[in-house]
């Protein structure tokens, strides 16, 4: 199994801030890492697909990168509607598909 | 619009069997992509618990497989899940959704289900 591990657990920012969240997998995933928003009681959202491609619609204020086993999700400038649980997942053809333990960021 | 509907009982009693299906409106499930099961238990992370493929085939969570059952009713445009001899551990919220390139694009809005006697 490929694990995904996120860091921090935990973020404490101010709106305007710039905030980097880091995903690091056991094994390389090439390019095949995916990004996700979600609120309290909501369906997760997607944010960024194959590391660094921007779902339509998705403000461009977030920016995915990385390849391989290490990658970021990049939020320039903090929103207040950006206060969420953000997680990674990743896809590999032999093992499946897992998710991050995910990132809440939280106002400081 | 691509929209998914989760429906099913909400209570499960231990060593049943967990029943849930996902209707999808907007697109024809038969036509491409693959559609998928993804549940977060209460205050936990999101694990995928398995999927189908727009022609049929299914691939599952290793740590699931022989447990989990996807199947397909493209006439009424749903996929379902059946998960057998459920405990406490499988209360969660259920997730359908949508995969296109090997990320979920379109979700259902969830359904808790439940594991007590």
């Known amino acids: 199994d490929i694990q995904l591990t996120q860091s921090p657990s935990t973020v404490s920012a101010s709106v305007g801030d710039r905030v980097t969240i880091t995903c690091r997998a056991s094994?390389?995933?090439?390019?095949?890492l995916a990004w996700y928003q979600q609120k309290s009681g909501k369906a997760p959202k997607l944010l960024i697909y194959?590391?660094?491609s921007l779902e339509s619609g998705v403000p461009s204020r977030f920016s995915g990168s990385g390849s391989g086993t290490e990658f970021t999700l990049t939020i320039s400038s903090l929103q207040p509607d950006d206060f969420a649980t953000y997680h990674c997942?990743?896809?590999?053809?032999?093992?499946?598909?897992?998710f991050g333990g995910g990132t809440k960021v939280e106002i400081k | 619009q691509v929209q998914l509907q989760e429906s099913g009982p909400g209570l499960v009693k231990p060593s049943e069997t967990l029943s849930l299906t996902c209707t999808v409106s907007?697109?024809?499930?038969?036509?491409?992509?693959?559609w998928a099961w993804v549940r977060q238990p209460p205050g936990e992370g999101l694990e995928w618990l398995g999927l189908?493929?727009?022609?049929?085939?299914?691939n599952y969570n290793p740590s699931h497989r022989g447990r989990a059952t996807i199947s397909s009713d493209t006439s009424n445009n749903q996929f379902s899940l059946r998960l057998t001899s459920v405990t406490a551990a499988d209360t969660a919220v259920y997730y359908c959704?949508?995969?296109?390139?090997?990320?979920?694009?379109?979700w259902g809005q969830g359904t808790l289900v439940s594991v007590s006697s």
């Open positions: 194959k590391a660094s």
């Open positions: 959704a949508r995969l296109s390139s090997w990320s979920f694009d379109y």
């Open positions: 997942q990743q896809y590999n053809r032999y093992s499946g598909i897992t």
């Open positions: 094994q390389s995933i090439g390019y095949w």
């Open positions: 189908i493929y727009h022609n049929g085939i299914t």
């Open positions: 907007g697109y024809y499930i038969n036509s491409a992509y693959s």
